[in-house]
């Protein structure tokens, strides 16, 4: 007799069900059970029926307890002729905000599906695509057991350059649409011939030449969305035009139904030159919000400020076009009205503008205190002055009160030269590490960052969250000097920190809990990643095992100042053992994804890896209409 199952491995959440199906030679069909580390019959999970012929499928409906278990078909008349399969069941509720919370660690520690042996050649690869309707800059978003015109879905959430906003299936191959929202239409808050903001416009029509044009072909939704579980809303930062005239540029803060697409909380709400920050010098004007001139880069952030929930959402430069300031609005996340404004360059003159809030698409951090994290780009600094004003803070990174008030910096020693030199602290997202036991003196919450600031190029700033330090290198808690300029954020698990800075591998920092310092691992990755780096993501269980490192090679990313225009490339590695590749898609062949985006992220959950493309059309440089692309990837049927 023989038996042999499929699918051979699978992901499911523990509200899904898993169809089975066995092959035997058995004419008695085969019996079905479950297995697992701490469970027994029932408890391990149940089947629609106990015994299925040849081909016949049976369902099986896992615990509630997220786990690895195993389901075993029996040969009914020979006992000792088995086959079984593994089905990791996980309670994740969903990936809702940029690289999974508002630490910004990157770690999903409830995934069960994907191990160090199974994500291999023969066994993991390319499942499905669904296409969009232009190219993808924001990370997917993914929500478990959503229900959807009457049915229940895992859906991953996409945002494109084209102001669109997709519902897609996330499991469904192939790809299948739940709803798509054009952020443009009346519905939406649009008007009649509206359209997102063709690459290259805004800086011409500031006299820049030639426009930056990085952003390729338009410019809609660029920042990654954040969702409040609570109330099953999506918040995305909308951007368009209106064309002829005046050429009216819209910004709008959208509150979405996740189960429709659909505004919610009477949205949108549109961000005018009705806010504003006031300087305290007297010969500059108060400072605006220019929706033309602002480019919201970075995801969007849901914090509490002790009553109400607040959504963050930052800003830098549209193409460089000047001026420009780093804006940070806090929004209420039940009304959308504006509740708190902050500017890091607010005494603005001819030559003091900038530091924009951009960290390569990372959003800010937020504490469970509700404090927001973020690093600056190049701008005035002026804290330190014995006179006022002392409120700019080019290059530094803040911590922000829930008001979004300044409460604490730190300002490398260098600001002065990375800002005449156009080398940004604030490159670089900033991480949230773990809250340390109390020992002695040393600090127990702590935060960590770094940029291309030129004379420490890759240097990451170990900072205390409690009192970072202010003005100086000296004041850091710790200095890691390794490697290039970064352009990237970490990821932070078991006690480990993983950077993926440009032209190195990625390198890995370890935290002694005990003495709150980080020492070098030794290996990294076998294969570096050049400009602009990558920012990994991990995958494991709650316990640490199968621990998974994935991370993105986007450097062909098409748009100006790429190499060429191809396909991104995503790679798996041990997390205890950066020196081990387990698994990589490729540029070519079945696996292949689709073309590089510039600063992507990827997202892992419930067994299975979702990357966002620009699609396969786009040619280097090309100001395109080429589709987008998501591609997932999982364990092979």
Not at 135 to 143: E, G, K, M, S
Not at 195 to 202: D, H, K, L, N
Not at 400 to 411: E, G, I, K, R
Not at 443 to 466: E, F, S
Request: charged residues 10%.
């Amino acid at each position: 007799m023989t038996v042999s199952i499929s699918p051979r491995n699978s992901g499911i959440t523990t509200n899904q069900t898993l169809s089975l199906t066995a092959t035997t030679n058995d004419p008695s069909g085969v019996n079905w059970s479950a297995g697992g580390a701490s469970c027994s019959g029932a408890g391990c999970g149940t089947f629609s029926v106990e015994n299925t012929a040849s081909g016949v499928a049976v369902v099986y409906t896992p615990p509630a307890t997220a786990g690895a278990y195993t389901i075993t078909a029996t040969s009914s008349s020979e006992t000792a002729v088995t086959a079984s399969v593994n089905v990791g069941v996980t309670n994740l509720a969903g990936v809702y905000t940029y690289h999974n919370d508002n630490s910004r660690d990157g770690a999903n520690t409830q995934e069960f599906a994907l191990t160090t042996t199974n994500v291999a050649t023969g066994t993991f690869g390319k499942l499905f695509s669904c296409t969009v309707d232009s190219p993808i800059y924001a990370q997917p978003l993914w929500v478990r057991n959503l229900t959807v015109n009457a049915a229940h879905h895992n859906v991953v959430f996409v945002a494109t350059t084209n102001d669109s906003l997709y519902a897609l299936d996330a499991d469904a191959n192939p790809c299948s649409q739940l709803w798509h929202a054009n952020l443009l239409d009346t519905a939406h808050g649009g008007n009649a011939g509206e359209v997102p903001v063709p690459a290259g416009t805004t800086g011409a029509l500031v006299g820049q030449s030639p426009p930056a044009g990085d952003i390729e072909p338009t410019v809609g939704v660029i920042g990654t969305p954040v969702i409040d579980s609570s109330t099953n809303t999506l918040y995305v930062v909308s951007k368009s035009v209106l064309k002829g005239g005046s050429n009216t540029f819209y910004q709008r803060l959208h509150a979405i139904d996740l189960a429709t697409g659909n505004e919610k909380f009477s949205g949108p709400e549109n961000i005018t030159s009705a806010i504003t920050f006031p300087c305290t010098t007297t010969n500059c004007a108060t400072p605006s919000f220019n929706p033309q001139q602002e480019n919201e880069r970075c995801g969007l952030a849901l914090g509490n400020d002790g009553t109400r929930n607040i959504v963050y959402v930052a800003w830098a430069s549209h193409e460089d076009a000047e001026p420009y300031y780093g804006w940070v609005i806090g929004f209420n996340a039940t009304t959308l009205a504006p509740e708190y404004v902050f500017n890091d360059v607010p005494d603005h003159n001819s030559s003091n503008y900038g530091a924009g809030i951009w960290m390569s698409g990372a959003a800010p951090a937020i504490d469970s205190s509700g404090n927001v994290y973020l690093i600056t780009g190049n701008g005035a600094f002026d804290a330190t002055s014995s006179t006022a004003p002392k409120d700019d803070y080019g290059d530094s990174l803040l911590k922000l009160t829930p008001s979004l008030t300044v409460s604490s910096y730190f300002t490398p020693s260098n600001q002065s030269s990375d800002n005449s030199g156009d080398n940004d602290f604030g490159s670089g997202g900033a991480t949230v590490l773990v809250d340390l036991p109390t020992n002695g003196s040393n600090p127990t919450h702590l935060i960590i960052g770094g940029g291309k600031n030129a004379a420490n190029k890759g240097n990451l700033y170990v900072l205390n969250r409690d009192s970072m330090g202010g003005s100086g290198d000296s004041n850091a808690w710790q200095q890691l000097s390794q490697g290039d300029s970064i352009f990237s954020s970490g990821a932070f698990w078991n006690n480990t920190y993983y950077l993926g800075e440009t032209y190195e591998s990625i390198l890995a920092w370890s935290l002694n809990t005990s003495t709150a310092k980080m020492t070098a691992v030794a290996t990294g990755t076998p294969n570096t990643f050049v400009f602009p780096g990558t920012t990994p993501s991990i995958s494991s269980t709650p316990t640490f095992t199968n621990g998974i490192l994935w991370a993105l090679d986007t450097s062909n990313y098409c748009t100006k100042g790429s190499p060429g225009c191809g396909s991104a490339v995503l790679y798996a590695y041990k997390a205890t053992s950066l020196g081990t590749e387990l698994w990589s898609s490729g540029t070519s062949g079945a696996n292949a994804a689709g073309n590089a985006m510039k600063f992507m992220v990827p997202t892992v959950a419930n067994g299975k890896v979702y990357v966002a493309t620009r699609g396969t059309g786009s040619s280097a440089g090309a100001t395109d209409t080429t589709v987008g692309e998501v591609d997932v990837y999982g364990l092979l049927p």
